[in-house]
């Protein structure tokens, strides 16, 4: 099965600050890649998919991008309200396998 | 109101099953596939297993293949996951998810509340 591996594991950034968070496939999946975040108590929330494109009602301070094996999701100017742990998700095949997640905070 | 409602979770020993049902509302059920993703405490997330709109596919995460049973009853909008041989490993809470087709892409875009299933003696 295909591994997605996120780095870092956990940030800290300044409010407005430009923060990007790396997925990794251990295979190519082209770009048949989700992001999710989820706020500290809250379910999971889709941000994007394809890859790039970004999901209904998210600000456009997301953005995503990639193809084949490495992936990247930027943050442009930090807001506090970020402040949550964000995975990606492969889903070209079963099995529709999240990475480890990547936990941001404010500075 | 898009809305999917979680229900029974609990405290099981270990071996035990449980079966978790997924009610389903303002949307038609039958049109989509629907997943079961877990996080155990602390941790991060797990796909566990999707089924297609109408039954047509099912598919399991490798690990829990042969204890978690997935199924669907359209009529009653309701999704299911059989749960048995439960271990302690299995704690968490467990997500119904709707995957919302997006041309030839996917995404999880609606969440339920979750149902904590706890296994412990």
């Known amino acids: 099965d295909i591994q997605m591996t996120q780095s870092p594991s956990s940030l800290s950034a300044s409010v407005g600050d430009r923060v990007t968070i790396t997925c990794r496939a251990s295979?190519?999946?082209?770009?048949?890649l989700a992001w999710y975040q989820q706020k500290p108590g809250e379910v999971p929330k889709l941000l994007l998919y394809a890859a790039s494109t970004l999901q209904s009602g998210v600000p456009s301070r997301f953005s995503g991008s990639g193809s084949g094996t490495d992936f990247t999701l930027t943050i442009n100017s930090l807001q506090p309200e970020d402040v949550a742990t964000y995975y990606c998700?492969?889903?070209?095949?079963?099995?529709?396998?999240f990475g480890g997640g990547t936990k941001v905070e404010i500075k | 109101e898009v809305q999917l409602v979680e229900s029974g979770g609990g405290l099981v020993q270990p071996g035990g099953s449980l079966r978790l049902s997924c009610s389903a509302s303002g949307f038609t059920f039958s049109g989509d596939s629907m997943n079961w993703v877990r996080q155990a405490p602390g941790k991060g997330l797990e796909w566990v297993s999707s089924?297609?709109?109408?039954?047509?596919?099912?598919f399991y995460a490798d690990s829990l293949k042969g204890r978690f049973t997935i199924s669907r009853d359209n009529a009653k909008n309701s999704l299911y996951l059989q749960v048995s041989s439960l271990r302690a490993e299995d704690t968490a809470v467990y997500y119904c998810?709707?995957?919302?087709?997006?041309?030839?892409?996917?995404?999880?875009?609606?969440w339920g509340q979750g149902t904590t299933v706890t296994v412990s003696s």
């Open positions: 998810a709707r995957l919302r087709k997006y041309g030839n892409h996917w995404g999880l875009d609606v």
């Open positions: 998700q492969k889903y070209n095949s079963a099995p529709l396998t």
């Open positions: 295979q190519g999946i082209s770009n048949y």
């Open positions: 089924i297609g709109g109408g039954g047509d596919y099912i």
